[in-house]
């Protein structure tokens, strides 16, 4: 993301998304240059106009009830490029670019289990063990 956007075009979103009865929308991290799906996580108003002013992507987490700016004890930022949303309003899609790896378990992507001819498959290897990204 490469503008600052202005609050009369947040609070234009904001309007016109379709929260959960929770005040949460779902929200999917791809990479914005080769689509790779990266994660999935929920967002509220704060956690929104968070991302959209700074440009760093901030998701809202329910097991602590509070924001998680992403990357915030791991370095693992994700910067949006484009924040999208599907028809309904009621999901969105952030085009990101990753830094490091998106998933606690230190792979790229947190869709790393696939069923393959029968089998549930680990398909993504693990790049950074997590006890270097959290300590």
């Given at each position: 993301m490469t503008k600052a956007i202005s609050e009369e075009t947040i609070a234009?979103?904001?309007?016109g998304l379709n929260f959960n009865s929770d005040g949460l929308i779902p929200a999917i991290s791809q990479q914005h240059d080769d689509g790779k799906?990266?994660?999935?996580?929920?967002?509220?108003?704060?956690?929104i106009c968070e991302t959209l002013r700074t440009g760093h992507v901030c998701f809202w987490s329910r097991s602590r009830q509070k924001l998680w700016r992403k990357g915030e004890s791991s370095?693992?930022?994700?910067?949006?490029?484009?924040?999208?949303?599907?028809?309904?309003?009621?999901?969105l899609l952030l085009k990101v670019e990753q830094k490091g790896v998106a998933c606690h378990t230190?792979?790229?992507?947190?869709?790393?289990?696939?069923?393959?001819?029968?089998?549930?498959?680990?398909?993504?290897?693990?790049?950074?063990?997590?006890?270097e990204l959290y300590g």
């Open positions: 234009l979103i904001l309007k799906i990266l994660m999935m996580a929920w967002m509220n108003e704060e956690s370095g693992q930022i994700q910067t949006l490029h484009e924040l999208r949303w599907d028809c309904d309003a009621d999901t230190g792979r790229k992507t947190c869709f790393f289990y696939a069923v393959r001819s029968d089998k549930i498959t680990e398909i993504v290897d693990v790049e950074i063990d997590p006890s």
